[in-house]
């Protein structure tokens, strides 16, 4: 029994730290291609980054059974799928900066609003410390949006502010109703805990 149950927490460890690779990679690979040499229009870049992210996470997500991997797994998914919202505003051109701070902060919106109707815990009201966490890990997340906006007009600079705050609370209900409220029931010991979290946040 205690075999079986290292057996599967090494396999665990193993494809933890491989879909996090992965996530990493093609993120990386698209981005670069879409948004850096402009190799491929940007909206398609984005869908594909969308698509190879989506689909292993998804089967990881309905075929593999731990509750503490399942719920990185979809932590993921779920940001892939907050990335497919956000896709259109790459239509916009980069002139185009206030239509694309607008279009994203309205379309995050509609990502907090499904999150909130569809996305309600199923295992208990997260505890004060995983709250927290989510916090921290909101601001950290938000950073980009907020010091973006310092760079340009006051116009640009709320927008950016708002988008950042809303992608903040956004991340922290991700993880809030995956990753964090998995703790509670299967918990590695706190080193480890803070590890995978920080794989599950860096991805």
Do not use: H
């Amino acid at each position: 029994m205690n075999s079986s149950m290292s057996k599967t927490s090494c396999l665990g460890r193993i494809l933890t730290i491989a879909a996090f690779l992965w996530v990493v990679i093609a993120s990386f690979g698209w981005q670069l291609v879409g948004g850096v040499d402009l190799v491929i229009d940007p909206v398609w870049a984005g869908l594909g980054q969308v698509l190879t992210l989506a689909i292993p996470l998804a089967l990881l997500v309905f075929l593999w059974r731990p509750v503490r991997e399942r719920s990185m797994f979809a932590a993921w998914l779920l940001a892939t799928l907050y990335l497919l919202l956000l896709t259109p505003t790459r239509l916009f051109e980069p002139v185009q900066s206030q239509w694309v701070l607008l279009t994203q902060l309205l379309l995050s919106l509609l990502f907090l609003g499904l999150m909130g109707f569809f996305g309600r815990p199923q295992e208990g009201p997260v505890s004060l410390a995983q709250m927290l966490l989510a916090a921290a890990a909101a601001a950290i997340i938000s950073y980009p949006w907020l010091w973006g906006g310092a760079l340009g007009s006051l116009l640009d600079t709320l927008l950016a502010v708002a988008l950042g705050l809303v992608v903040g609370v956004n991340a922290g209900l991700i993880l809030g109703r995956t990753w964090l409220a998995a703790l509670s029931s299967d918990s590695r010991g706190r080193g480890w805990d803070i590890f995978t979290g920080g794989l599950v946040i860096g991805a």
